[in-house]
């Protein structure tokens, strides 16, 4: 797949256009820039983390997050199929009404206490295997079903589109949180 910046506009945003992939179908030109940056984010977290010793694995990600950073790991590579889904509906033209702000602490914390502690391997394992589901999912994407928009309540109920919460959830959540987790080792 190319990665010029011809593939890219001046916001940031892919192009629109169908492009020809692998498998032979034909699929959105920005769903497979989408799919590339979930690689690319989960790839750069997952050389990250392998690099880390067993001590950094179990350091506190912060004075507020108490969660380790291999906890954090585990945590990104989990919430790939639940993002994924959130995508699908609002790219069918649902709405999601019942994912709060309030819910997703509740489903972190849970997540936090079910795995304190998760090996580096089963962590990074995930990663690859969900991040990798994530972008075929995304691939997938239509450039209509990227641009519907359906009211999502984590935005308070404002229209959001597929493409957004591919965005700002799937692909987002890697880059997220690998600074933090230089952040909390000093890296």
């Known amino acids: 797949m190319p990665k010029t910046s011809d593939d890219v506009n001046q916001h940031g945003s892919a192009r629109h256009g ?6 032979g179908h034909s699929g959105s030109r920005r769903a497979q820039l989408l799919a590339a940056r979930i690689e690319e984010g989960a790839a750069n977290l997952a050389a990250f983390a392998e690099a880390l010793s067993d001590a950094e694995w179990h350091t506190p ?96 109920g404002a229209p959001m589109t597929a493409q957004f919460v591919i965005e700002d959830h799937a692909m987002r959540h890697s880059w997220h949180h690998l600074p933090a987790i230089r952040k909390a080792l000093g890296r």
């Open 61 to 156: 990600l912060s004075a507020t997050d108490r969660r380790s950073v291999g906890v954090v790991v585990h945590h990104v590579a989990n919430m790939y199929p639940i993002e994924i889904d959130l995508a699908r509906a609002v790219a069918s033209g649902r709405s999601v009404s019942d994912v709060t702000w309030a819910a997703v602490a509740q489903l972190n914390a849970k997540h936090a206490q079910d795995n304190a502690q998760v090996s580096k391997s089963v962590a990074l394992d995930l990663l690859r295997q969900n991040s990798g589901e994530a972008a075929a999912a995304v691939r997938a994407f239509t450039d209509q079903e990227l641009d519907n928009a359906t009211p999502f309540s984590l935005n308070f």
């Open 18 to 23: 169908t492009t020809v992939h692998e498998t």
